[in-house]
């Protein structure tokens, strides 16, 4: 397993590795924007896939990471570390461990909230035995001063409505459970940071905040733990499209144009980053 690697993107960094190892390289309050996707612990509450016999398996099943005890207050000091003043977390949990995110980040910040995500698409519930499992949560957490895009009232509901990830945005190989979709990431990290912000990730996954981060021109630091997503994070992030720089913008060239349309994939290089 490499420790680090720095992708072929201009501000862009991503680790392999344990984040509880990795983000000591982060200087201190220098993140703009936390967005994060760790453990849920439903893994004790899952029975499995639900097998078809007309077509493949309804996803139901949690991975193995799943299984390990996730304790939010394990990163209340390291995330105020590297954390602005004036920055914001946004975590996606779930009923069980809202609790104790409210218990340790509420205390520690001027403001704690959480955002309800509605998905339109839920998996199934064929027994009709109970609700769907429609919604998760998203803990929010800032200080006075902090970046907060609204621009009118009916955009600051706590509440955000989306389909799961799916069709082609929805990697096959390697499959993430719980890969959220980039528009939901987008919506964040527009609404808590501005361009040129630095964006953290230490819950990376496939690398679905990093895109939606290079894509509203913000940099990047991701970390993932599993050799296999980071691989498929690393790929992603390296086949984003860039946003036009806004000195080519002006000029209407069609060098422009074609810069808008596609950034060119550099060459990877294999030294690492200075965090």
């Avoid at 703009?32 to 078809?52: A, R």
């Avoid at 919604?135 to 600051?156: P, S, Y």
């Avoid at 987008?186 to 953290?200: K, M, T």
Wanted: net charge neutral; glycine share 6%; hydrophobic share 35%.
């Amino acid at each position: 397993m490499s420790p680090a690697c720095q992708l072929p993107l201009p501000d862009c960094t991503t680790w392999n590795g344990d984040s509880r190892e990795l983000l000591d390289r982060i200087p201190d309050h220098s993140i703009d924007l936390i967005c994060t996707d760790p453990p849920y612990n439903l893994g004790m509450y899952t029975t499995g896939n639900i097998k078809m016999s007309w077509r493949s398996d309804f996803n139901n099943d949690i991975a193995a990471w799943d299984q390990d005890p996730f304790d939010p207050g394990e990163w209340l000091v390291p995330f105020q570390r590297v954390l602005k003043p004036t920055g914001t977390i946004f975590a996606f949990t779930s009923y069980n461990l809202l609790g104790h995110w409210h218990e340790v980040f509420d205390p520690a910040f001027d403001t704690f909230q959480f955002i309800v995500w509605h998905k339109t698409n839920p998996a199934p519930k064929l027994r009709r035995a109970g609700f769907l499992n429609s919604c998760e949560l998203i803990v929010a957490a800032w200080n006075k001063g902090h970046v907060w895009n609204f621009t009118r009232q009916r955009d600051m509901h706590n509440f955000i409505e989306s389909p799961a990830c799916g069709g082609n945005e929805r990697l096959k190989n390697p499959k993430h459970p719980t890969q959220k979709p980039v528009r939901v990431l987008r919506w964040l990290i527009e609404l808590g940071s501005n361009p040129g912000d630095l964006v953290l990730d230490p819950f990376m996954g496939v690398g679905s905040t990093g895109v939606a981060a290079l894509e509203l021109d913000r940099r990047f630091i991701g970390i993932e733990l599993d050799p296999t997503y980071f691989e498929a994070a690393e790929r992603r992030i390296a086949a984003t499209t860039l946003p036009l720089p806004l000195d080519k913008a002006a000029t209407g060239t069609p060098d422009a144009r074609h810069d808008a349309r596609r950034h060119p994939r550099l060459q990877r290089r294999s030294r690492l980053h200075q965090y």
